[in-house]
């Protein structure tokens, strides 16, 4: 196997460049490197100035994606051996914008994030005096939807993203539904106006590709298409019963 | 309650058509088009035929997959046109066509399978 490898790494710094350029920077090839040591050797051996993000390198934190020869992908998680002999093509997340190299605006995720209140909502007053007990079943409900990291490479795979940035996205939409499926939250009926609204699930054309670039196993389409029906469903009774319900 | 009162409704009406033409259709059109015309299953006769089509339901039952079918057609034409040629400016004239056709087409499968006389 060749010892080394090319990395071909997007870089953009907004004082000097109107325009992100690529660079090119050859790499130990190793067996146990991901793209991100990589990114690390340039950052400590051959170019102090490359900026990127990344913390936990274990695939937990949500940090560290970019996109790797055209995909998004978490960059501790993908290794350099997948794209010998190479070169390998290291860019910022796509349909964000660029801060700095790799680094990318992630303002409008955090945004939206907090838009679906995704934390335990309760509307009882007082709080039991131990946890509130769930069973297996349960857990199993929204367990998937809970495995999400925010790493926002489905926002980067979704084209109705690209295309519309006011569309509230994959993962705000999965994790909405991690709390409306938990059998200890009551807050259904507040995220109901950020999910059920034209920039909510119906902006969605189930392309799928959201799924496909989770590294969690999330299935945010398949979280999308199920809260379609819910607010579908909801739709129908409020035709049915006009002031009924509320 | 919710915000969208006519994109649920929209989107009720295209997924069901895409369950039931996905159901219904590859079944037909096997049977008519593959294994009838080369025998590989006996076909019925005529006038078998000729009753199960003048059986009411089985009027109401063709009649719900064209309709169903064709705002399935309609949804998937609109977002096509949307997001894959980028023509949401032209919105009104797209929307018009696309569920104009499908409300067109339903009255046609109306006016043949359930107005025409046997």
Not at chain 1, 18 to 46: C, F
Not at chain 1, 77 to 104: C, I, K, Q, S
Not at chain 1, 145 to 163: Q, R, T, V
Request: hydrophobic share 45%; aromatic share 10%; with cysteine.
């Amino acid at each position: 196997m060749a010892r080394s490898i090319t990395m071909q790494v997007a870089r953009y710094r907004p004082d000097r460049e109107a325009e992100p350029t690529m660079q090119s920077y050859d790499v130990p090839l190793r067996k146990d490197w991901a793209i991100l040591d990589g990114l690390n050797h340039i950052k400590d051996e051959l170019d102090g100035t490359l900026s990127y993000r990344w913390s936990c390198r274990m695939g937990i934190c949500g940090s560290c994606g970019m996109t790797v020869n055209g995909e998004p992908k978490l960059t501790c998680a993908t290794f350099l051996t997948d794209y010998a002999p190479g070169p390998v093509r290291v860019e910022p997340l796509r349909n964000f914008p660029v801060v700095r190299d790799l680094v990318v605006d992630i303002g409008d995720f955090m945004a939206k994030l907090s838009v679906v209140q995704p934390w335990i909502i309760r509307k009882d007053e007082e709080t039991p005096d131990g946890e509130y007990l769930q069973t297996p079943a349960e857990l199993e409900d929204y367990k998937q939807f809970s495995m999400c990291i925010n790493c926002m490479l489905c926002y980067s795979a979704c084209p109705i993203y690209g295309l519309n940035e006011h569309f509230l996205g994959p993962a705000a939409i999965a994790l909405a539904q991690r709390y409306n499926l938990d059998s200890r939250d009551q807050g259904s009926a507040d995220r109901m106006d950020a999910l059920s609204a034209s920039t909510g699930v119906w902006d969605c054309t189930y392309v799928g590709e959201c799924s496909t670039a989770c590294p969690k196993n999330v299935d945010p389409a398949g979280a999308i298409q199920r809260y379609k029906l819910t607010a579908a469903t909801e739709t129908l009774k409020s035709f049915l019963m006009p002031r009924g319900g509320r | 309650m919710p915000k969208q009162r006519i994109a649920p409704i929209l989107w009720l009406l295209f997924s069901a058509g895409g369950i039931v033409a996905a159901l219904m259709i590859p079944v037909l059109l096997a049977l008519f088009g593959v294994l009838f015309p080369l025998e590989l299953v006996a076909p019925p006769d005529h006038a078998h035929l000729l009753a199960v089509i003048r059986h009411p339901l089985t009027r109401l039952v063709l009649f719900g997959t064209c309709v169903l079918a064709l705002f399935h057609w309609a949804h998937r034409f609109k977002y096509t046109l949307y997001d894959g040629l980028q023509l949401k400016g032209l919105h009104t004239a797209i929307n018009t066509f696309a569920y104009g056709g499908a409300l067109l087409g339903s009255a046609v499968a109306a006016y043949l399978l359930l107005l025409l006389p046997a």
